[in-house]
């Protein structure tokens, strides 16, 4: 656990489930899809296995006791090098929260869990819409742009024969 800015931030582990509920519900009110992210939740079980595990990672942003934003990322071990990178699936910040560099900090954290892990990078993605403005000035403030394209595969019935 560390203090950086005007919140603490923390990794989460399996018994932090209140405030794994916690970050469920910000990721559903900061994206606008709160019954993607509380309406069909994982039992107690599966979230402790999760957290538990060793390819997911789950920070959040606390201000006193309440979680102001957060990080769920993946670590993906490499098959090509003994090296993994690590994947920011979700960040959010609560909108009375941003421009306080909860995110940076957040991210942050994140890279000290990554090197701690041997990981060589951390990547995201960011639409290009203007919802995702901010992201996109605080992802090229840290990192790298690349210019890539993204494909969702729907997943079906196994067409091999």
């Known amino acids: 656990m560390s203090t950086q800015v005007d919140c603490t931030i923390r990794q989460l582990t399996p018994d932090d489930l209140v405030l794994m509920d916690a970050l469920l519900l910000t990721f559903g009110e900061v994206f606008d899809e709160v019954e993607t992210y509380v309406s069909n939740r994982p039992d107690a079980g599966y979230m402790r296995r999760l957290l538990g595990g060793d390819y997911f990672i789950a920070l959040v942003a606390l201000k006193g006791s309440a979680v102001v934003g957060g990080i769920a990322a993946y670590e993906l071990k490499k098959f090509e090098q003994p090296r993994s990178e690590i994947y920011i699936y979700d960040l959010a910040v609560r909108e009375e929260h941003r421009r306080q560099g909860i995110a940076t900090a957040l991210i942050q954290e994140l890279k000290h869990i990554a090197a701690s892990r041997g990981a060589y990078v951390i990547f995201v993605q960011a639409?290009?819409?203007v919802e995702d403005e901010a992201a996109i000035?605080?992802?090229?403030?840290?990192g790298t742009r690349e210019d890539v394209l993204h494909f969702d595969i729907p997943v079906e019935g196994n067409d091999c024969t």
Not at 137 to 142: P, S
């Open 137 to 142: 000035a605080l992802y090229t403030k840290l």
């Open 127 to 129: 639409d290009t819409g």
